[in-house]
């Protein structure tokens, strides 16, 4: 039985090929547990050219998706009855790692991929939500689509080989990742913190949050709470 569906509608179907290829989603796709499904927009384009595409009224530059062929689209997707749809935009709210973990409980998201100079406004009525993947501009919504596929599909029951792994990441937290480090114990002078080999637990669960606060002050003090930056700044 699939657990998930993903209905992705895109003027680049192909684009997703990537999104078969990446080693714990591949898994998962062939153990059933996600489905995507893509629907190519071109089918329901207008006219022998199968238009998807108009210039703005009022004028400017480029061209913008046209309303119809998104929306018979949309309506060709059955939906499930833990749905939502997600409209890729640069205008978006900024994908977050609960955003991901939120929607990790549906069995469907229905994801409207733009191209071109973005949309007929009409089409964001279809939306539940939109999404950015960051403040920047990409040329389409297909990589951001594959972003939210990937991150959501490694939240599913049964696809990450340990489950443990999804606890101390970055982002679950408001804390970054502590350094990670593998054999061998010297390399190119370079060496493993001791306290790792001590084997004692709780030195290196002790080491590891310091690290985690560390990092975290130093890169990314705009994730901490007021409490984490205080604790940080008696230390
Ligand atoms: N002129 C538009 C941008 C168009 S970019 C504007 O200013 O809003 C073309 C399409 O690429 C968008 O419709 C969207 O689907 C996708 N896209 C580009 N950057 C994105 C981002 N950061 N997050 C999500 N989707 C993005």
Known sequence: MIS???????????????????GVITRALEKNLIEVNLHDLREYGEGSYRQVDDKPYGGGAGMVLKPEPIYKAYESIRKSPKSKTLLMTPQGKVLKQKDLARWSTLDQIIIICGQYEGYDERIRNLADEEISIGDYVLSGGEIPAISIINGLTRLLPGVLGDPDSLVDESHNSSLLEYPQYTRPQVFRNMKVPDVLISGNHKEIELWRKEQQLKR???RRRDLMNSNEIKKFDCD
């Open 216 to 218: 975290t002050f130093n």
């Open 4 to 22: 998930f569906n993903f209905d992705v509608i895109t003027l680049f179907p192909k684009a997703f090929e990537l999104t078969n290829n990446l």
